[in-house]
């Protein structure tokens, strides 16, 4: 059974640099043909996609994050990573890493999440 | 302002049947496969529906999804109050700002 675990800072200032990392389990992050999302929720809002990274370790962003984000691959870890640069109040929200399936192209669906993290961004 | 529009809340009683509306446009559900996710409180969201009908190993047929056009529906049945949670649906959109879009949720409550 797949399982991804966040870890990462819960607190951070502003204008500096988020940083999580989501650990995989029950598999090999690098076999089979897999995306691995990283989206956040505001308290008490919706789902927000912030990007993704393939197998081979292309990447997708949300072209509204875009500037600020980048997600990278370690796959002698079986993690991946977010790095979201600049941020604000704005930014405070739970982030939950997942998997997408993507054997012929991506799926488009989420069939593994993490419990998620909450990262408040505060002086 | 989320891409997809859902309807903030709906309500039944239990046994009774509910519909979440999810409408976007042809940039997105007109054109790409719909899923949707039940998230219970304080919990992360759960993979109910893919490709527009299809239920994942373990979810009972209780659930069940359909798309027409720039609109998709989520079916529940034999309403139970542990289905009380919000839903989303989600889906790919292919505009020229392309990426992984959701609708604002729907919170349902079983009176």
């Known amino acids: 059974q797949v399982q991804l675990q966040e870890s990462g800072p819960g607190l951070v200032k502003p204008s500096q640099t988020l940083s999580l990392t989501c650990t995989v389990s029950g598999g090999s992050i690098s076999s089979g043909s897999y995306y691995w999302s990283w989206i956040r929720q505001p308290a008490g809002k919706g789902l927000e996609w912030i990007g993704r990274i393939y197998t081979s370790g292309s990447t997708n962003y949300n072209p509204s994050l875009k500037s600020r984000v980048t997600i990278s691959v370690d796959t002698s870890k079986n993690q991946f990573s977010l790095k979201l640069s600049s941020v604000t109040a704005a930014d405070t929200a739970v982030y939950y890493c997942a998997r997408e399936p993507g054997w012929v192209g991506p799926s488009y669906y989420f069939d593994y999440w993490g419990q998620g993290t909450l990262v408040t961004v505060s002086s | 302002q989320s891409v997809l529009t859902q309807p903030p809340s709906v309500s039944a009683a239990p046994g009774q049947k509910v519909t979440i509306s999810c409408s976007g446009s042809?940039?997105?559900?007109?054109?790409?496969?719909v899923s949707w996710y039940q998230q219970l409180p304080g919990t992360a969201p759960k993979l109910l529906i893919y490709d527009n009908n299809k239920r994942p190993s373990g979810i009972p047929d209780r659930f069940s999804g359909s798309k027409s056009g720039t609109s998709a529906t989520l079916g529940i049945t034999g309403l139970q109050t542990g289905d009380e949670a919000d839903y989303y649906c989600?889906?790919?959109?292919?505009?020229?700002?392309?990426?992984?879009?959701f609708g604002g949720g729907t919170k349902l409550t079983v009176l």
């Open positions: 042809s940039s997105n559900i007109g054109n790409n496969y």
């Open positions: 989600g889906t790919w959109d292919s505009s020229l700002s392309p990426g992984m879009v």
